[in-house]
């Protein structure tokens, strides 16, 4: 079974307007950290916001935030008042404890629209 | 501060040839993770490092990859031969590893090499 699944292969979204970038997770750790990473057609990856298990709020950095919601095992990403520089793959990732590694997701395209 | 080093950027090369890809970690991280990107397969793990020792090479497709770190400022992903079909980007990342923790220790990915076999 897949542990990250990013189901939008793509997502179009107007400049200015808000967009959700949805990932779902599998495992059975207590104990855990959810990622997104941008990577623009230039190619390199972007790490954008962390949220860990047991934070109880939802992480945001600026205008990126993640939806949390623990029991459904959904880590959305939003991106409110989208620019034309947003557009690019985006990337869902977990680490649990114990492991340094990351299991990326498939990831979403976005594109951003004038 | 410097973030993780790749070279070269881009690699052109004809199947057969040895192929050798760089990576420079950054100062202070103990893990050390390289990474291929297709279209097809997405982001796959190849093989990752902890304080230099190759922990999990489960990634690796075969036995013409190999990768090492002799030292924690330096690791090599080696392809020979190559062929066509390894013509994909190939990233390094490092990341700060704390053992029993799930913690914020985001990866940090190099530019990445763009290989293409002909």
């Known amino acids: 079974a897949q542990k990250i699944t990013q189901t939008q292969p793509g997502m179009f979204v107007q400049e200015k307007e808000a967009v959700t970038l949805d990932c779902t997770y599998d495992?059975?750790?207590?104990?855990?950290?959810l990622f997104w990473y941008k990577q623009p057609s230039s190619g390199e990856m972007i790490f954008l916001i962390y949220?860990?298990?047991?934070?109880?709020q939802n992480a945001t950095e600026g205008r990126y935030s993640l939806n949390f919601q623990k029991a459904r095992k959904s880590a959305n990403l939003v991106i409110s008042a989208s620019q034309l520089g947003d557009s690019a793959m985006y990337f869902c990732?977990?680490?649990?404890?114990?492991?340094?590694?990351?299991?990326f997701g498939k990831g979403t395209m976005l594109l951003v629209s004038p | 501060d410097a973030g993780v080093i790749q070279s070269p950027r881009h690699e052109v090369t004809e199947m057969g040839q040895e192929v050798t890809l760089r990576c420079k970690p950054i100062?202070?991280?103990?893990?050390l993770f390289w990474y291929r990107q297709t279209m097809m397969r997405g982001l796959e793990l190849l093989i990752y490092?902890?304080?230099?020792?190759?922990?999990?090479d489960s990634g690796m497709p075969e036995d013409r990859f190999s990768a090492k770190m002799p030292n924690a400022s330096f690791s090599t992903l080696k392809i020979q031969p190559s062929e066509p079909r390894d013509s994909a980007v190939y990233f390094c990342?490092?990341?700060?590893?704390?053992?029993?923790?799930?913690?914020?220790?985001?990866?940090?990915f190099g530019p990445g090499t763009r290989l293409t076999v002909l």
């Open positions: 990342a490092s990341s700060l590893f704390v053992m029993g923790t799930s913690g914020y220790n985001e990866q940090f």
């Open positions: 495992t059975s750790d207590q104990s855990y950290g």
């Open positions: 949220q860990g298990s047991y934070d109880e």
């Open positions: 990732a977990m680490r649990e404890r114990g492991y340094s590694t990351l299991t």
């Open positions: 100062s202070g991280h103990n893990s």
């Open positions: 490092f902890n304080n230099n020792v190759p922990i999990d």
